[in-house]
T-cell receptor, first 109, second 113 residues
Framework: QQPVQSPQAVILREGEDAVINCSSS?????VHWYRQKHGEAPVFLMI???GGEQKGHDKISASFNEKKQQSSLYLTASQLSYSGTYFC??????????WGAGTKLIIKP | NAGVTQTPKFRVLKTGQSMTLLCAQD?????MYWYRQDPGMGLRLIHY???????AKGEVPDGYNVSRLKKQNFLLGLESAAPSQTSVYFC????????????FGPGTRLLVL
């Protein structure tokens, strides 16, 4: 079953923070985050494995709460280059990666 | 390194025609995937392969066939194209499933009339 992402879209001013959520009704082994710019292929951001870990690089980080079957992506001090559509992918016990519908992020100067 | 390449970049088919999409990767990855992405939607897995000579069905396999005769190539075939198969097709590869990072090709835009 497809994970649910929220919000569907968000508009920010450069320098503002954003949180994108991803939740599933099934038990998860891992959560993957990707960013896709318009007309381009998705690009890998990070993967979070079972164990409730948190990861991050630069000003983008993510958390994974396996009990709640949720993951959140945090973008701090957003830059224009962060614009795009963010997808979460959840991997279940059948090792299938099911993708959310995406969250469109627009950053304005 | 070219990474993941896809051929062709764009194609128009008539209903009932057949075609093959080619994906090639030069990173020696074991896993390869074919996805489709419809406007405003996420990716849906069509088929995948865990190694040369192996294939498996994904979320939406009907109407498609695949082959992985060589480790570096993964072919997606449409035997009898239908308008519902109009989409952008992405190929991806990864070293292993749980390593996470899938590397995507640039995509193939397919229009079925």
């Amino acid at each position: 079953q497809q994970p649910v992402q929220s919000p569907q879209a968000v508009i920010l001013r450069e320098g503002e923070d954003a949180v994108i959520n991803c939740s599933s009704s099934k038990a998860l082994y891992s959560v993957h985050w990707y960013r896709q710019k318009h007309g381009e292929a998705p690009v890998f951001l990070m993967i979070l494995l079972k164990g409730g870990e948190q990861k991050g690089h630069d000003k983008i980080s993510a958390s994974f709460n396996e009990k709640k079957q949720q993951s959140s992506l945090y973008l701090t001090a957003s830059q224009l280059s962060y614009s795009g559509t963010y997808f979460c992918g959840t991997e279940d016990s059948n090792y299938q990666l099911i993708w959310g519908a995406g969250t469109k992020l627009i950053i304005k100067p | 390194n070219a990474g993941v390449t896809q051929t062709p970049k764009f194609r128009v088919l008539k209903t009932g025609q057949s075609m093959t999409l080619l994906c090639a990767q030069d990173m020696n990855h074991e896993y390869m995937y074919w996805y489709r992405q419809d406007p405003g939607m996420g990716l849906r897995l069509i088929h995948y392969s865990v190694g040369e000579g192996t294939t498996a069905k994904g979320e939406v396999p009907d109407g498609y066939n695949v082959s992985r005769l060589k480790k570096q190539n993964f072919l997606l075939g449409l035997e009898s194209a239908a308008p519902s198969q109009t989409s952008v097709y992405f190929c991806a590869s990864s070293y292993s499933r749980l390593s996470g990072d899938q590397y995507f090709g640039p995509g193939t835009r397919l229009l079925v009339l």
